[in-house]
């Protein structure tokens, strides 16, 4: 049976020792980080004493994707974008530049995010690799921990959540603007800065120090979601499967509701390919735990719920022909609609209110300073 408990583990709870008494910056209004970990070589104003920042920052964990890639450590990418496929080696692969360069309070940058990162997927490939080259099934309770933690920080870290992030964050700022302010306060912005009347004027994105905060409030909670699900482990002896830039896949119980989202709690299942020819599956809540025998439908199942849910590339082993087998979903520039849904909105109160968008003027109406005359 599974505990009942969560284990004292969580990322900045003093799992590692007074390593995790963090520093927690700000940046125009926004946490830092509190997962920075204390080491001799950094300051906690950012600044390294020795060590050359990393600017080549991984969304999806290196150790992970060796699991997918050949003796050479490559990997084949396939764009959704582009459609087009090429080999890649695994130090490339979901790679983006400063994509956790956080600003401290003093303007400058740290890469020790990178560090922190690195202090959970340690011990998650250890366990990984233990489940899969040494059958240990089932897990230890610290093995367990180990994979929830770096599950939930696989699921929070990516370039898909951050332009989650952004473009909920965006639309609600403009919301606020088009639906909450007064005329008065219309006519001030119409004078002092009339481009946030014009909601595709601009665009409201969310920073590393915003991610990081994110991650920070919600890994625990994630983590501990994901351990207190009945896990299986499916094994394949012909299939093969991929991953992506988005891994943790959330698929949809058999009864659950064509208008409903797919979140944490509501799951059926949450899937996530651990390697080439394995896949853990985290089912029903304190069910037990089992191993299943995997199958050509299940191995199509998974490679394409993957490319589903893909920003914008899944990986596989050069050798295997994923493509061949799924189909591929067109690309999409965001991954949420909630931007047209307010666009809308503002656009229905703008009506109601008799404000109209101006043709000659940034704003929301006409009249004198681009607003509707009382």
């Known amino acids: 049976m599974m505990p009942t408990t969560r284990p004292p583990a969580a990322l900045g709870t003093g799992r590692q020792p007074a390593a995790r008494a963090a520093a927690i910056g700000h940046c125009d209004g926004a946490c830092a980080v509190a997962l920075i970990p204390y080491s001799p070589t950094r300051q906690l104003s950012g600044e390294k004493m020795s060590a050359?920042?990393?600017?080549k920052h991984h969304t999806v964990s290196r150790f992970y994707l060796k699991r997918f890639a050949n003796d050479?450590?490559?990997?084949?990418?396939?764009?959704?974008?582009?459609?087009?496929?090429?080999p890649i080696s695994i130090n490339a692969a979901s790679v983006h530049r400063d994509f956790y360069m956080l600003k401290l309070e003093d303007g400058s940058d740290t890469d020790i995010l990178e560090d922190a990162f690195g202090e959970l997927e340690g011990p998650a490939a250890k366990a990984i690799r233990q489940i899969i080259e040494c059958d240990n099934w089932p897990p230890t309770?610290?093995?367990?921990?180990?994979?929830?933690?770096?599950?939930?920080?696989?699921?929070?870290?990516?370039?898909?959540?951050?332009?989650?992030?952004s473009e909920?964050?965006?639309?609600?700022?403009k919301a606020q603007i088009g639906l909450s302010i007064s005329k008065e306060q219309q006519k001030e912005l119409a004078e002092s800065a009339p481009s946030l009347l014009d909601p595709s004027s601009y665009e409201v994105t969310v920073t590393a120090n915003h991610h990081a905060e994110h991650i920070q409030r919600l890994l625990a909670r994630t983590a501990n979601t994901f351990f207190h699900r009945a896990w299986k482990i499916m094994k394949f002896k012909r299939k093969t499967l991929a991953t992506g830039d988005a891994p943790v896949l959330l698929l949809p119980a058999p009864n659950h509701p064509p208008y409903m989202g797919i979140g944490l709690l509501n799951a059926g299942e949450v899937v996530v390919p651990l390697a080439r020819k394995a896949a853990l599956i985290m089912g029903e809540f304190e069910g037990p735990d089992d191993t299943l025998p995997g199958s050509t439908m299940a191995s199509k199942i998974?490679?394409?719920a993957m490319i589903n849910n893909a920003r914008d590339a899944i990986?596989?082993?050069?050798?295997?022909?994923?493509?061949?087998?799924?189909?591929?979903?067109?690309?999409?520039?965001?991954?949420?609609?909630?931007g047209e849904q307010m666009k809308e909105l503002i656009e229905a109160f703008a009506k109601k209110e008799k404000l109209t968008p101006s043709d000659n003027k940034p704003?929301?109406?006409?009249?004198?300073?681009g607003v509707a005359a009382p």
């Open 52 to 55: 050359k920042k990393k600017r």
């Open 363 to 369: 704003g929301l109406a006409t009249g004198e300073g």
């Open 302 to 304: 998974i490679n394409q």
């Open 315 to 338: 990986f596989f082993h050069p050798d295997d022909k994923i493509i061949e087998t799924i189909e591929v979903p067109p690309y999409e520039e965001t991954e949420t609609d909630i």
């Open 168 to 173: 909920l964050a965006d639309a609600l700022v």
């Open 141 to 165: 309770e610290e093995q367990r921990w180990a994979i929830s933690e770096w599950v939930a920080l696989q699921h929070l870290r990516t370039e898909k959540q951050r332009k989650w992030m």
């Open 72 to 86: 050479r450590e490559i990997i084949q990418r396939f764009s959704l974008k582009d459609l087009k496929s090429h």
